[in-house]
């Protein structure tokens, strides 16, 4: 637990949001669902949940800049501070009533990630982190798992579908990390994987084409359990999404065999 007054005000807000997306689950014919772009689902879920954290953020902060999801930004007065949120990460799970999605929430002063919640509503795990107090999964403290060797570790991944991703290179990357590791997995919801890494349930995740939103709250995470989370080909992770992550030996592993396949 971390009893500061900013994480009060961040689980609060999530726990809000997470009542309207239990609500809203199993729902999905009054959801209005509609698309995006390909494959890219939005529903009245996505829509109620962000305007609520904007509401309850803005109240407690009322200065703080906005970037969510759905709203796009909101230029705040306070130039330092900005909210990124994803009201519902792991749309396309929720809408197959799949319980892996989350609510995730990332503080950022002057571009670096302060504090993280990232909140599954469908099991209540709730997981928090501020820079310098740790990170904590309920009440308990999180530290990465410590495997050494790929050949031990389960690692997580995203895939590129149908209107976004570079396929030729997911194939390769697969190719090339599937038969290093003990096992792959693809859950679906990019802030959930990455605080599975946290926990030291995942020995390490990658994925590309990320959105802020989608890693802002994850990266503390990490950091706070003691581990490792950078851009995969050195740039600037919440500008490119292109994420690895796990403990130092892992992360550095997960890079090393990825950077070179990259066509950046
Ligand atoms: P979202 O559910 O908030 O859109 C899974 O690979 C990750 O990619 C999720 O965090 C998901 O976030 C994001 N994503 C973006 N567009 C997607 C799509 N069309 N289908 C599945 N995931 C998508
Ligand atoms: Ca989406
Ligand atoms: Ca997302
Ligand atoms: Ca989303």
Same mark, same amino acid.
């Given at each position: 637990?971390?009893?500061?007054?900013?994480?009060?005000?961040?689980?609060?807000? !999530? +726990?809000?949001?997470?009542?309207? *997306?239990?609500? &809203?689950?199993?729902?999905?014919?009054?959801?209005?669902?509609?698309?995006?772009?390909?494959?890219? @689902?939005?529903?009245?879920? &996505?829509?109620?949940?962000? /305007?609520?954290?904007?509401?309850?953020?803005?109240? #407690?902060?009322?200065?703080?800049?906005?970037?969510?999801?759905? $709203?796009?930004?909101? /230029? $705040?007065?306070?130039?330092?501070?900005?909210?990124?949120? &994803?009201?519902?990460? $792991?749309?396309?799970? @929720? %809408?197959?009533?799949?319980?892996?999605?989350?609510?995730?929430?990332?503080?950022?002063? /002057?571009?670096?990630?302060?504090?993280?919640?990232?909140?599954?509503? $469908?099991?209540?795990? *709730?997981?928090? !982190?501020?820079?310098?107090?740790?990170?904590?999964?309920?009440?308990?403290? %999180?530290?990465?798992?410590?495997?050494?060797?790929?050949?031990?570790?389960?690692?997580?991944?995203?895939?590129?579908?149908?209107? +976004?991703?570079? @396929?030729?290179?997911?194939?390769? /990357?697969?190719?090339?990390?599937?038969?290093?590791? !003990?096992g792959l997995r693809r859950f679906g919801?990019?802030?959930?994987?990455? #605080?599975?890494?946290?926990?030291? +349930? %995942?020995?390490?995740?990658?994925?590309?084409n990320l959105q802020p939103w989608d890693?802002?709250?994850?990266?503390?995470?990490?950091?706070?359990?003691?581990?490792?989370?950078? &851009?995969?080909?050195?740039?600037?992770?919440?500008?490119?999404?292109?994420? !690895?992550?796990g403990n130092e030996v892992v992360h550095?592993? *997960?890079?090393?065999?990825?950077?070179?396949?990259?066509?950046?």
């Open positions: 637990m971390i009893n500061s007054a900013l994480m009060n005000v961040m689980v609060k807000a !999530a +726990r809000r949001a997470g009542r309207s *997306l239990k609500r &809203d689950l199993g729902e999905i014919e009054h959801l209005q669902v509609s698309l995006k772009g390909p494959a890219n @689902f939005v529903s009245l879920a &996505d829509k109620r949940a962000e /305007e609520m954290l904007y509401t309850d953020l803005n109240k #407690a902060r009322p200065g703080y800049g906005f970037l969510g999801e759905e $709203g796009g930004t909101r /230029e $705040g007065t306070d130039k330092s501070h900005t909210w990124i949120v &994803d009201p519902l990460d $792991g749309t396309t799970n @929720f %809408l197959h009533g799949i319980p892996q999605f989350a609510i995730s929430i990332g503080l950022a002063r /002057e571009g670096q990630i302060i504090a993280g919640v990232i909140y599954n509503p $469908g099991n209540e795990e *709730l997981y928090m !982190a501020e820079k310098g107090a740790g990170a904590f999964l309920n009440d308990s403290r %999180l530290r990465v798992a410590g495997r050494q060797q790929l050949h031990d570790c389960v690692i997580a991944c995203g895939l590129p579908h149908i209107g +976004r991703g570079d @396929f030729e290179l997911s194939r390769n /990357e697969m190719a090339a990390l599937q038969p290093k590791v !003990a919801a990019a802030s959930l994987d990455m #605080a599975f890494v946290a926990a030291g +349930r %995942l020995d390490g995740y990658w994925e590309r890693v802002a709250a994850g990266i503390i995470m990490i950091k706070e359990a003691g581990g490792l989370v950078s &851009d995969i080909d050195g740039g600037d992770l919440l500008k490119t999404g292109d994420v !690895a992550c550095n592993s *997960l890079v090393k065999i990825l950077r070179p396949l990259s066509r950046k």
